[in-house]
């Protein structure tokens, strides 16, 4: 039974929100905007919960000086300082935690977005050392893009038309192929949790 339940509720929970996506029937809109409201309580206690866990497992390397122990001092005064002047200070949008979002947390994600291009240069370095079609391509169409972007080949029409092609039309299609992929996954993987053959939320 125990095992029978979770899967009974997840199952019903999942069809009940999914009918009022495509039923208008005035029960099943309350039901259903009950079951996504409850939805949004559970998720706001399983962030406290994870909130509580980082700080608890960060607390007990710093206690236990394990390796990297200082950077877990440097998360739990962060953790601490934005949770402070977020409830007690001048609220969310204060001066504080807006500055820390500003000059700490912005930087950080730029700094990590410039990374990817090392690795994104890298992956793509290898790829060239094969010496096949497809990397010869991908050599060229990358060449192509990144003279069309440079400053002094903005005015030259064909490199820009081109550049411009490649973007619309090639990689376009790739990104789109992508996104499609993504989102039969996503059906398949839902689907599959709401008849019960996967069942991450039991043992």
């Known amino acids: 039974m125990r095992k ?50 980082i700080f608890f497992t960060h607390t007990s390397r710093v206690f236990h000086r394990e390796k990297g122990w200082g950077y877990s001092i440097v998360v739990i005064l962060a953790m601490w300082t934005v949770l402070v002047f977020g409830f007690v200070g001048d609220g969310p949008h ?44 991908m050599l060229l169409s990358a060449s192509l893009v990144l003279l069309g972007y440079a400053a002094i080949m903005t005015d030259l029409w064909p490199v820009s038309a081109l550049k411009e092609w490649v973007l619309s039309v090639p990689a376009m299609a790739g990104v789109r192929g992508i996104l499609l992929g993504v989102a039969l996954g996503i059906t398949a993987t839902g689907l599959r949790i709401l008849i019960g053959m996967d069942k991450p939320y039991s043992d």
Do not use: C, K
């Open 4 to 53: 029978v339940i979770p899967i009974l509720v997840a199952v019903l929970t999942g069809l009940t929100v999914l009918a009022d996506f495509f039923i208008t029937h005035p029960i099943l809109d309350l039901v259903g905007r009950t079951l996504l409201q409850w939805a949004m309580i559970v998720a706001a206690f399983a962030f406290v919960a994870g909130l509580l866990n």
């Open 94 to 137: 204060g001066y504080v935690v807006s500055w820390i979002f500003r000059y700490v947390q912005y930087p950080l994600q730029a700094t990590v977005m410039a990374l990817l291009a090392f690795f994104a240069l890298s992956a793509g370095y290898r790829a060239f050392r094969r010496r096949t079609l497809e990397s010869t391509i």
